[in-house]
């Protein structure tokens, strides 16, 4: 059968959450001085951040409402507040905020926040990049902030394909993980695919498998679909039989069973080949006159004259 080409990619991707207008830009501000000091500990904190001041979450929540007065808390049936400038207006703000004395590296790195959800609602790419990266710079900064930047990260730079900063922010999101995602590993191993590394893609392709195994998530058509691929790439046919078996019982579709009866023909295992489309047929997805004309032929081969007629 002839081999996938790069096109083939267009089918395992269609669920990334990649797109600019998927990215999770939601912001907190996490809480001022005063409503820290009141709040007990109720457990030990692995990093000791320091507190934002009444002013500075006072601005931040101003810009917010100047870039997406939606995004604004408020109570459930209160309208959105009115807002008093532009989402450019909130730039030149926060700006200007960000010149402030005294701020430190929380403050800081909220500021830089808030701008990359202003460049974003602009759709400035560029600056919205350089924003989240700012804030990866800002010295000791919550664990959340930093994970949700670097996640941030590694989605804008797939989305401008560049893979591997792509993966660079994906190892270092990783590593901050308490257990590992699926979803995202998935991300990284077509991330390698595009850089055309096919044995790395593999290997992360196949973990994906693994995680969700081990956490007993369901596996998606589309992670099993990716190993297809890299087999195929890799001029594999045995492991691509095998992984098509395996996709075909839990997602039946009439391309696998087409794709796995060609597989079989490769292989000279007729009998299996003509099955693969019988069950295709069986399950009512040879719809064109040829397609059934085609299985009826190859059953008179066969000689199976009953299923033939």
Same mark, same amino acid.
């Given at each position: 059968?002839?081999? $996938?080409?790069?096109? /083939?990619?267009?089918? %395992?991707?269609?669920? +990334?959450?990649?797109?600019?207008?998927?990215?999770?830009?939601?912001?907190?501000?996490?809480? /001022?001085?005063?409503?820290?000091?009141?709040?007990?500990?109720? &457990?030990?904190?692995?990093?000791?951040?320091?507190?934002?001041?009444? &002013?500075? *979450?006072?601005? $931040?929540?101003?810009?917010?409402?100047?870039?997406?007065?939606?995004?604004?808390?408020?109570?459930?049936?209160?309208?959105?507040?009115?807002?008093?400038?532009?989402?450019?207006?909130?730039?030149?703000?926060?700006?200007?905020?960000?010149?402030?004395?005294?701020?430190?590296? #929380?403050?800081?790195?909220?500021?830089?926040?808030?701008?990359?959800?202003?460049?974003?609602?602009?759709?400035?790419?560029?600056?919205? %990049? &350089?924003? *989240?990266?700012?804030? $990866?710079?800002?010295?000791?900064?919550?664990?959340?902030?930093?994970?949700?930047?670097?996640?941030?990260?590694?989605?804008? *730079? !797939?989305?401008?394909?560049? #893979? &591997?900063?792509?993966?660079?922010? %994906? @190892?270092?999101?990783?590593?901050?993980?308490?257990?590992?995602?699926?979803?995202?590993?998935?991300?990284?191993?077509?991330?390698?695919?595009?850089?055309?590394?096919?044995?790395?893609? +593999?290997?992360?392709?196949?973990?994906?498998?693994?995680?969700?195994?081990?956490?007993?998530?369901?596996?998606?058509?589309?992670?099993?679909?990716?190993?297809?691929?890299?087999?195929?790439?890799?001029?594999?046919?045995?492991?691509?039989?095998?992984?098509?078996?395996? +996709?075909?019982?839990? #997602?039946?579709?009439?391309?696998?069973?087409? !794709?796995?009866?060609?597989? *079989?023909?490769?292989?000279?295992?007729? @009998?299996?080949?003509?099955?693969?489309?019988?069950?295709? #047929?069986?399950?009512?997805?040879?719809?064109?006159?040829?397609?059934?004309?085609?299985?009826?032929?190859? +059953?008179?081969?066969?000689?199976?004259? !009953?299923?033939?007629?």
């Amino acid at each position: 059968m002839k081999m $996938l080409n790069k096109l /083939t990619l267009l089918a %395992i991707v269609w669920s +990334l959450p990649l797109l600019l207008g998927q990215l999770d830009v939601n912001i907190s501000f996490g809480e /001022t001085a005063t409503a820290q000091e009141k709040k007990k500990q109720e &457990r030990k904190k692995t990093r000791r951040v320091p507190a934002m001041r009444e &002013r500075t *979450y006072k601005k $931040l929540a101003e810009a917010q409402i100047m870039i997406d007065p939606e995004s604004a808390p408020r109570e459930e049936g209160e309208p959105p507040p009115e807002p008093t400038g532009t989402p450019q207006d909130a730039i030149r703000l926060l700006t200007k905020l960000r010149g402030s004395k005294g701020l430190n590296s #929380y403050e800081h790195a909220q500021i830089w926040n808030t701008l990359a959800f202003a460049y974003y609602t602009l759709e400035d790419v560029p600056n919205t %990049i &350089r924003s *989240y990266e700012q804030i $990866l710079k800002q010295g000791t900064i919550t664990e959340a902030l930093e994970m949700t930047s670097m996640r941030a990260l590694f989605q804008l *730079y !797939y989305a401008e394909e560049d #893979y &591997r900063r792509s993966i660079q922010y %994906i @190892d270092r999101w990783q590593a901050l993980q308490a257990k590992p995602d699926p979803g995202v590993t998935f991300i990284k191993s077509t991330a390698y695919y595009q850089l055309e590394n096919f044995r790395q893609s +593999l290997k992360w392709a196949i973990r994906v498998e693994e995680i969700a195994t081990e956490q007993q998530r369901e596996i998606k058509e589309n992670w099993w679909y990716l190993q297809v691929v890299l087999y195929n790439e890799l001029q594999d046919p045995d492991n691509v039989i095998r992984v098509l078996e395996t +996709l075909i019982a839990y #997602y039946p579709k009439k391309q696998y069973w087409m !794709y796995l009866a060609g597989m *079989y023909s490769e292989k000279e295992w007729d @009998d299996k080949s003509l099955s693969a489309y019988y069950a295709a #047929y069986a399950q009512g997805f040879l719809a064109k006159e040829s397609e059934v004309v085609m299985l009826s032929q190859r +059953l008179l081969g066969a000689s199976v004259p !009953y299923e033939a007629a």
